[in-house]
C-alpha cells in the first residue's frame, strides 16, 4: 500500500500525542479501529495492570509489507486517504496517520506484522519513539501490536492516570463499543490473563446481552425505521434500564460511534415527562445517511461528527422513536394502558417479594397507600432521646437566641400538615418551620447510614424471602466489588453469585419497597458519579444510598409520620442542612408574618 509521509521528530509526536493518547483506553481505540480498517474479523485485546503495564491488541487482518510496518510509526503516515475529495466520504476509521507515531513517542512497542499466507512477518520494537530493532520473525497472517509502560517517558502525564480499576473500566467500556457497533466480528478481551468477554460474531441483540447481561435483553424495544435518505436501526431500553449517569446512549453513524449530545436528547424528548431530571434511557441506534451529509473531520479523537443539516437528523430520530415508543405501547391490549405504565416496566404491577420480617415496618410503595418509609424505632436513637418539643425549644433557642423556655406542648400530631406533597408545616412558638420533606429523610439517612459506615455496627435488615440475583457488566461488577463491604454495613447481605452477578440475600430495612436490584445499580452509578469528589469512601456511599432510599418528593404523608420524621431529623447532628448542603428548614417568624401583613 503507497503512504504519505511527512517526516517529523519524536518531540512534536510527543506533543501530538497529547491529543489521541489521553489513557490506556485511547491506546486501545486506536488499535482496535486499525484493526477494523485492516478488515479484520477476529480482534483480541489483553491488558495488564489497566493498561498501564501492557496493551496488547492482535487481529487477523491484511497485515503490513516490511517497508511499510517502519513507515506506519512516522507521523502522518497513513494509507487510507488518496486525496482531499476522500475527506467527504470516509469509509475507514483512520485517516490522519497520527495515532501509531503518537503512541509510539510516549511507549516501549512491539508491533508483529505478516501480510501474506507464507508464516514470515517482521518484528519491529520501538522505545519512546526510536527504532530499536526491526527482524524477521514466523507469525501467520495479522498484526499484532503490543504497548509496554505507557507514559514511561512522560512522568507528569503517567501521574494522571487513575487507579488500574479505573483504567480497566474505560477499556471495557471502549471495547463495548467496538462490539456492539460490530457484532459479525469476534473480539475477545482479556485483564491480567482472566477472561472478560469473550464474543462470537452474534446477531446484535445476542451481543447486547454478552457485553451487558441478560437484563438488557429482557427489557428492549426494537426500532426500525426509515425515511429515505435516512435510516434509523437499533433499540431502545425499558424503564428498567434508565441509569442515574449517562453512558448507555450508544448512536452509530455510518457504522461510526458518535456522541452527540443534540442527538441524545433527540431521544429523551420522545420519552416526554416520563423521563425524570438526572435520568437517561438506554439506547443503541444505528443511523444511515448520505457520507456527504456529515463531517467526522472535526476533531482528533473522531467522536464528534457535524451533521450537514443537524435540525432534520434531530427531527428525524426524535420522530422515529417517539413513533416506536407509540407503537409498543398501542399493540398492549390492556384499555387504559399508557406511556406511563410503558415506561414504569410493562404490562403487570411489579410484584414485590413478601419477606421474612420481624417487625413490619409501615412501608409501602405509594400507590398502596400513604404510609411512607419511617421506621417506629429509629435503629440509632440517641441515649439522651429527648421529647420532640424538647427539641425543637432547643432549635428555637438556637436560631432566636431566646431563653424561652416556657413553649406549650405544640408538638402533637394535629399540628403537622403537608403542602404539595413536599413540604411539612408545624407550628413553633414563635411562628412557623416548613421542612423539606425529601431533604429531611435524606439528613436522617444520611446520618445513619455513615454512623454504621464508620463504626463496625450495621443497620436493621430484612432477609427476602426470595433472594433476587443480578448479573451485571464487568466494568459494574467491579465497582460493586470495591463497595460490598460498605453495602454490607448499610444492610445488604449478598454473595458472589457466577460471573460478573450477585445474589442479594437482604436489603436495610429502609429500602423494602424498593426493587432491590435497581437500587444496588443506582448507588452504584451515584457512587461513580461522585468519584471525582474527594470525600471519604463511606461518605460517598452514604450519600448515594440515603439519595435512594429516601422518600421522593410528591408522596403523601400522614401526621403522625410527619411528626416521627421531624423528630428523627432533630436527633440528626445538623438537622439544619441536607447533606447535599441545601436547607432543610425554613423558619416563618411571628413577628415576620406580622410585618408582611402590615400589623
Ligand atoms: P491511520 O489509522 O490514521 O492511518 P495510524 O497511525 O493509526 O494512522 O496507522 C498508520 C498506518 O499503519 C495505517 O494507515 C495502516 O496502513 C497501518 N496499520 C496500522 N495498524 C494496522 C493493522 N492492525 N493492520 C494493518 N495495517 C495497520
Ligand atoms: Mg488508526
Not at 82 to 92: A, G, P, R, V
Not at 163 to 189: C, K, M, Q, W
Not at 291 to 315: G, L, S
Amino acid at each position: 500500500m503507497p503512504k504519505i509521509q511527512i517526516m517529523s521528530d519524536s518531540l512534536s509526536n510527543r506533543i501530538a500525542a497529547g491529543e489521541v493518547v489521553q489513557r490506556p483506553a485511547s491506546v486501545v481505540k486506536e488499535l482496535i479501529e486499525n484493526s477494523l480498517d485492516a478488515d479484520a474479523n477476529e480482534i483480541i485485546i489483553q491488558i495488564e495492570d489497566g493498561g498501564r503495564e501492557l496493551i496488547r491488541v492482535t487481529d487477523n487482518g491484511s497485515g503490513m509489507e516490511r517497508d511499510d510496518l517502519l513507515l506506519a510509526f512516522e507521523q502522518h503516515a497513513t494509507s487510507k486517504l488518496f486525496d482531499i475529495e476522500d475527506l467527504t466520504s470516509i469509509k475507514t476509521l483512520g485517516f490522519r496517520g497520527e495515532a501509531l507515531a503518537s503512541i509510539a513517542s510516549v511507549s516501549r512497542i512491539e508491533a508483529r506484522t505478516c501480510n501474506n499466507e507464507r508464516p514470515e512477518g517482521f518484528r519491529l520494537l520501538i522505545n519512546g519513539g526510536k527504532v530499536d530493532r526491526l527482524e524477521g520473525v514466523a507469525m501467520k497472517r495479522g498484526t499484532s501490536i503490543t504497548v509496554r509502560n505507557l507514559f514511561f517517558n512522560t512522568p507528569a502525564r503517567k501521574k494522571f492516570l487513575k487507579s488500574a480499576n479505573s483504567e480497566y473500566r474505560y477499556i471495557v467500556e471502549t471495547v463495548r463499543r467496538f462490539a456492539l457497533g460490530r457484532p459479525d466480528i469476534r473480539f475477545h478481551l482479556t485483564a491480567d490473563g482472566r477472561d472478560v468477554f469473550i464474543l462470537p460474531p452474534s446477531e446484535l441483540k445476542e451481543r447486547l446481552r454478552q457485553v451487558f447481561s441478560p437484563r438488557y435483553c429482557e427489557n428492549l424495544i426494537t426500532i426500525h425505521e426509515e425515511e429515505p435518505p435516512f435510516v434509523l436501526n437499533g433499540f431502545l431500553g425499558l424503564r428498567e434500564l434508565i441509569r442515574r449517569k449517562s453512558g448507555e446512549q450508544y448512536l452509530f453513524v455510518n457504522g461510526r460511534l458518535v456522541s452527540d449530545r443534540m442527538m441524545n436528547s433527540s431521544v429523551y424528548s420522545a420519552f416526554g415527562t416520563d423521563l425524570d431530571k438526572g435520568e437517561f434511557p438506554f439506547f443503541l441506534l444505528f443511523l444511515t445517511l448520505p457520507p456527504e451529509d456529515v463531517d467526522v473531520n472535526v476533531h482528533p479523537a473522531k467522536t464528534e461528527v457535524k451533521f450537514r443539516n443537524e435540525w432534520q437528523v434531530y427531527q428525524f430520530i426524535r420522530r422515529c422513536t417517539e413513533l416506536t415508543i407509540r407503537d409498543f405501547t398501542g399493540k398492549i391490549p390492556a384499555s387504559n394502558m399508557d406511556f406511563q405504565s410503558f415506561v414504569s416496566g410493562g404490562l403487570a404491577p411489579r410484584s414485590v417479594p413478601p419477606r421474612l420480617d420481624g417487625e413490619q415496618i409501615t412501608l409501602t410503595s405509594k400507590t398502596d397507600g400513604d404510609k411512607i418509609p419511617i421506621p417506629d424505632k429509629p435503629p440509632f436513637s440517641s441515649p439522651e432521646s429527648f421529647s420532640l418539643d424538647e427539641r425543637i425549644r432547643q432549635f428555637e433557642k438556637s436560631i432566636t437566641g431566646s431563653s424561652d423556655s416556657s413553649a406549650s406542648p405544640l408538638m402533637t400530631e394535629k399540628n403537622f400538615w403537608q403542602a404539595h406533597g413536599k413540604y411539612i408545616f408545624t407550628q413553633i412558638s414563635s411562628g412557623v418551620v416548613v421542612i423539606d420533606q425529601r431533604a429531611a429523610h435524606t439528613r436522617i439517612l444520611y446520618d445513619r447510614s455513615l454512623k454504621a459506615l464508620q463504626h463496625a455496627s450495621s443497620s436493621a435488615s430484612q432477609q427476602l424471602l426470595f433472594p433476587v440475583a443480578l448479573e451485571m457488566s464487568p466494568d459494574d461488577f467491579s465497582i460493586l466489588l470495591e463497595i460490598v463491604p460498605s453495602l454490607e454495613k448499610l444492610g445488604f447481605s449478598m454473595r458472589e453469585f457466577g460471573k460478573n452477578s450477585v445474589l442479594i440475600e437482604a436489603v436495610p430495612a429502609d429500602l423494602q419497597w424498593l426493587d432491590e436490584g435497581q437500587v444496588i445499580l443506582q448507588i452504584l452509578d451515584d457512587y461513580k458519579a461522585s468519584m471525582r469528589l474527594h470525600n471519604p469512601v463511606s461518605e460517598k456511599i452514604a450519600l448515594a444510598y440515603a439519595e435512594r432510599a429516601a422518600i421522593r418528593r410528591g408522596e403523601s404523608m400522614t401526621p403522625a409520620e410527619m411528626q416521627r420524621l421531624t423528630d428523627e431529623l432533630f436527633q440528626t447532628e445538623n438537622p439544619y442542612l441536607s447533606p447535599q448542603g441545601k436547607p432543610v428548614i425554613i423558619r416563618l417568624t411571628l413577628s415576620e408574618l406580622d410585618r408582611r401583613f402590615e400589623k
